[in-house]
T-cell receptor, first 111, second 111 residues
Framework: SQQGEEDPQALSIQEGENATMNCSYK?????LQWYRQNSGRGLVHLIL?????REKHSGRLRVTLDTSKKSSSLLITASRAADTASYFC???????????FGEGTQLTVNP | DAGITQSPRHKVTETGTPVTLRCHQT?????MYWYRQDPGHGLRLIHY???????DKGEVSDGYSVSRSKTEDFLLTLESATSSQTSVYFC??????????FGPGTRLTVL
C-alpha cells in the first residue's frame, strides 16, 4: 500500500502563479522527499526534509512538514512552463531505509 | 542521470519468456533499487541491494529476482514474463540510502 498520498492528483495553473501540492502519510518517518518526473523520464530529486525540520527552501521551492498531522506541502513559486511535470512525495520510515512513493500530482503550467 | 544507464530502454517480449534488465552505475554508490511504475500506483519497490551480493525484497517482489555480483551492476530478471509485468521499470542508486538518483527507465511490454 502507498505510504504517501498526494493531493490534488492534477493541478493546472498559469505561468507566474504559485503551485501547492500536498502529501499525507500514515506512519512515523525519518525524512520526506519530493521528486519531479518529466514525461518519459526518470525521477529527479528536488528536496529532502527531515522529521525534526518544519520548513525548508531551495530556490523557488518551499517544503513544509507537519509531523503531528503527518503531512507535507510543496510550494513552487512563480511557476514556469518548464515546471510542468509530475511531482511525487516519498517517505523513509527510518534512516537508511527504503522509500515509499505516493502516486504523484500532475502539474501543468500554461504559458 | 547521475551516471546511471539502463538497458534495454525498450523491450517487447512474449508471455512465458525470461527477461533480464540491466542497471549500470558509474558512481560507486552502495545502494541500488528496482522499481516499477504503473498508472494509478506510482512507483513500487521490487527489490533493492545494499551491497555486492546483498539484496532484499521490496513491496512487489513476486515473479522477480535480482543479482548484484559487482558494485556497478544490478540485474532484474523476470523468470517467466506475464502480461501483468508490462510496466516501466526504473533503477535508482543512492550513496546514503536517503536521496536516490534514477535512471531513464525501461519500457517493457509482455504480449
Amino acid at each position: 500500500s502507498q505510504q504517501g498520498e498526494e493531493d490534488p492528483q492534477a493541478l493546472s495553473i498559469q505561468e507566474g502563479e504559485n503551485a501547492t501540492m500536498n502529501c499525507s502519510y500514515k506512519t512515523s518517518i525519518n525524512n520526506l522527499q519530493w521528486y519531479r518526473q518529466n514525461s518519459g523520464r526518470g525521477l529527479v530529486h528536488l528536496i529532502l526534509i527531515r522529521s525534526n525540520e518544519r520548513e525548508k527552501h531551495s530556490g523557488r521551492l518551499r517544503v513544509t512538514l507537519d509531523t503531528s498531522k503527518k503531512s507535507s506541502s510543496l510550494l513552487i513559486t512563480a511557476s514556469r512552463a518548464a515546471d510542468t511535470a509530475s511531482y511525487f512525495c516519498a517517505t523513509a520510515e527510518t534512516s537508511g531505509s527504503r522509500l515509499t512513493f505516493g502516486e504523484g500530482t500532475q502539474l501543468t503550467v500554461n504559458p | 542521470d547521475a551516471g546511471i544507464t539502463q538497458s534495454p530502454r525498450h523491450k517487447v517480449t512474449e508471455t512465458g519468456t525470461p527477461v533480464t534488465l540491466r542497471c549500470h552505475q558509474t558512481e560507486n554508490h552502495r545502494y541500488m533499487y528496482w522499481y516499477r511504475q504503473d498508472p494509478g500506483h506510482g512507483l513500487r519497490l521490487i527489490h533493492y541491494s545494499y551491497g555486492v551480493k546483498d539484496t532484499d525484497k521490496g513491496e512487489v517482489s513476486d515473479g522477480y529476482s535480482v543479482s548484484r555480483s559487482k558494485t556497478e551492476d544490478f540485474l532484474l530478471t523476470l523468470e517467466s514474463a506475464t502480461s501483468s509485468q508490462t510496466s516501466v521499470y526504473f533503477c535508482a542508486i543512492s550513496e546514503s540510502a536517503d536521496t536516490q538518483y534514477f535512471g531513464p527507465g525501461t519500457r517493457l511490454t509482455v504480449l
